[in-house]
């Protein structure tokens, strides 16, 4: 079954036009991306909060979530604000996402030099 964008009710029975159905598309596309990063926040935050759970001190891997995390989260922010979505704080309410994960948002990482 295909979704049909709702038309204007104030517009009476004005037929679709290509360029309609071409923002209708952009519109879902934007929609599904926001999802998807949603989606990978959600579970790069849950994967954090479960080491933390465990009270086991793993500083490297803790790290390495912290990092994960941030990195989703950037993407979805970038993400928003290409689709005109300016407002950061309900976000980071609706995740939970804690202070460490912002602070580290955005941060470029160094070449480990052992990795050459």
Known sequence: MTFRPPQSLSAGHR???GVDV??????QQKAET?????GQVEAALARLKALDATGTPEPVRRSAL????ADR??????????????HWEA???AYGIPR???NR?????????AAR
């Open 15 to 17: 037929a679709e036009t």
């Open 22 to 27: 071409l923002h209708f598309e952009i519109a």
């Open 34 to 38: 926001l999802g998807a990063l949603g």
């Open 66 to 69: 912290l990092d994960e995390a």
């Open 73 to 86: 989260v950037w993407s979805l922010m970038i993400q928003r604000e290409l689709c005109g979505l300016r």
């Open 91 to 93: 976000v980071v309410k």
């Open 100 to 102: 460490e994960v912002l």
């Open 105 to 113: 948002m955005g941060r470029s990482k160094t070449p480990d030099p």
